[in-house]
């Protein structure tokens, strides 16, 4: 536990030293959430405030941003460099390894949506959640279904390159299409179809409904379908992870 710990540390300093994945992942937020304040700040919304609908939706996408670039893509770029398979040779167990990057993308996770939450409570009025356990509830089922997910799919790349254009790709799919950014209601039907295949759109449902509305046994599908994507990418994570590029 102690050598975990000491990895996702040092992980976690790392992290702090790379200026674009800081700017990437505390500052575009904010900028883009203030972007959209200065646009619909003050617009009918439903019964929803322009804070109760964004700040939870761009929790929802830095969920995504974390599990790719912070997770994935890093991870893969430690395949292509020999990175794992010298740690393979340490008495660290893979799993552990596995943990620690686990246990760094959470924090770093966390101090963005903290970060996201003061920025909306200092600027937009935004108040705490109304049902707050089943929104922690509900980032954890988010966070089990993002992170395996991304480390499959990068799993597949075979190099940085190709890992980071695949989690920019499946990025910008549900950043434009899973209603983070712009209303399913203003987007063609199709699109609306399009949006209920993308895991983000389940994260946004649940984190919006539980912030606002009603606690996380209201909306067992959206919990429902994360935990499916949960076991799934798990299986599939396990199975594609590679520890070397061979």
Request: aromatic share 16%; charged share 10%.
């Amino acid at each position: 536990m102690t050598a975990m710990l000491k990895l996702a540390n040092l992980e976690t300093k790392m992290f702090f030293r790379d200026r674009l994945s800081v700017f990437w992942t505390f500052l575009f937020p904010v900028l883009m959430i203030w972007l959209f304040g200065s646009m619909f700040q003050g617009q009918e919304m439903g019964e929803m405030s322009f804070a109760e609908l964004y700040v939870p939706s761009w929790i929802g996408v830095n969920i995504v941003t974390t599990s790719f670039f912070t997770l994935g893509t890093v991870l893969a770029n430690y395949r292509e460099t020999g990175v794992l398979r010298r740690y393979q040779s340490t008495p660290l167990q893979p799993w552990k390894i596995l943990a620690a990057h686990t246990f760094q993308g959470t924090v770093i996770f966390m101090i963005s949506a903290i970060l996201l939450m003061v920025f909306g409570m200092l600027m937009y009025d935004l108040t705490l959640p109304q049902y707050i356990g089943s929104t922690l509830l509900a980032l954890l089922v988010s966070i089990l279904a993002f992170f395996p997910f991304a480390l499959f799919l990068t799993s597949l790349a075979k190099n940085t390159q190709a890992a980071a254009a695949i989690s920019s790709l499946f990025l910008n799919l549900m950043l434009f299409l899973s209603g983070a950014t712009f209303p399913l209601e203003m987007m063609p039907e199709i699109l609306q179809y399009v949006a209920k295949a993308l895991p983000l759109y389940y994260t946004i449902q649940l984190l919006r409904g539980t912030w606002n509305t009603a606690p996380i046994s209201d909306y067992g599908l959206e919990a429902g379908v994360l935990l499916g994507i949960a076991v799934v990418s798990l299986f599939l994570a396990s199975r594609f992870f590679r520890w070397s590029g061979q």
